[in-house]
């Protein structure tokens, strides 16, 4: 069992940028592709971004060159940096662990973009 916390969400100007930060404690996190999913309202859930066990990323074509995502394995811990945010990118932001069968949530985290 793997449990996930998200942290690093708030509000935040256009222009600027916020750091989100996923930590699993249960399991060893590097074995898992961990993904940054976010849902804005009324607005099915979206892949933002993902990161394997390799350390290879993929992004969505509308947060490439803006997001980076990067794991730090000996804190369990992978972040989503988010640069140049736009009003467009306000949503609850969901960090997912997958490995073989299993497939872990954490909670949310806010992330409201907006002046």
């Known amino acids: 069992q793997v449990q996930l916390v998200e942290s690093g969400g708030g509000l935040v100007q256009p222009g600027g940028s916020l750091r989100l930060s996923c930590t699993a404690s249960?399991?060893?996190?590097?074995?898992?592709?961990v993904n940054w999913y976010r849902q804005a309202p009324g607005k099915q859930r979206e892949l933002v971004a993902v990161?394997?066990?390799?350390?290879?990323?993929n992004y969505a074509d509308s947060v490439k060159g803006r997001f980076a995502i990067s794991r730090d394995n000996a804190k369990n811990t992978v972040y989503l940096q988010m640069s140049r945010l736009k009003p467009e990118d306000t949503a609850v932001y969901y960090c997912?662990?997958?490995?073989?069968?299993?497939?872990?949530w954490g909670q949310g985290t806010q992330v409201t973009v907006s002046s």
């Open positions: 997912n662990a997958a490995r073989l069968a299993n497939n872990y």
């Open positions: 249960g399991s060893i996190f590097s074995f898992y592709i």
């Open positions: 990161i394997m066990p390799s350390g290879s990323t």
